[in-house]
């Protein structure tokens, strides 16, 4: 009794999809933003791959003060108050990445997760209360992502080194 009442809790977790790329998916709304912003020579790529699958990739370059990529998803207001994850279905290349949320637009600091990736497709699952929030790289004393509104989430590599990158992406949900 106590398992079938186990499952019915999770067959009734509700979830949202916040992007599920496929060959048909519209981009237009992510941009890539580089630390070029700032004088720095990153040269960061997203586009749909031949499987459908987003595919961020790159390079970082430590040159002019340089350092970083993203790519960034600007939407309408999002209340996400009824969740508590992201979950991010992706395949990495082994490197650390940050992924990255605003509750609106015209904020100036993200809350950021950091996450290492397996070189294999996995699932990233980011609690709302993990995710710290920072400006340009330094951590702010407020409190963590309380998850009730977003309006553009990111995916960042940083890692204080020049390196190649490579990141696809199938899914992004609420949960």
């Known amino acids: 009794m106590k398992y079938a009442l186990f499952f019915l809790i999770l067959l009734t977790i509700p ?43 790159g390079d970082v370059s430590l040159e002019n003060n340089g350092g970083f990529s993203s790519v960034r998803y600007n939407f309408e207001t999002v209340d996400a108050s009824k969740y508590s994850t992201f979950k991010i279905y992706l395949k990495g290349d082994g490197k650390s990445y940050q992924f990255r949320v605003k509750s609106n637009d015209n904020q100036r600091y993200s809350y950021i997760y950091e ?42 590599i940083g890692n204080k080194k020049p390196q190649s990158f490579s990141l696809l992406i199938d899914k992004i949900e609420l949960e």
Not at 15 to 22: A, H, Q, R, V
Not at 33 to 38: E, N, P, S, W
């Open 15 to 57: 979830t949202m999809i916040l992007f599920d790329f496929n060959s048909e998916s519209n981009i237009s709304n992510w941009r890539v933003v580089d630390d070029v912003v700032m004088g720095g020579r990153s040269d960061g790529n997203f586009k749909l791959n031949e499987d459908g699958h987003a595919e961020f990739s």
């Open 115 to 156: 996450f290492q990736t397996s070189g294999k497709w996995e699932i990233i699952s980011i609690p709302f209360n993990q995710m710290k929030p920072a400006f340009r790289g330094r951590q702010l004393n407020q409190p963590n992502y309380n998850g009730n509104t977003m309006e553009e989430i990111a995916f960042l």
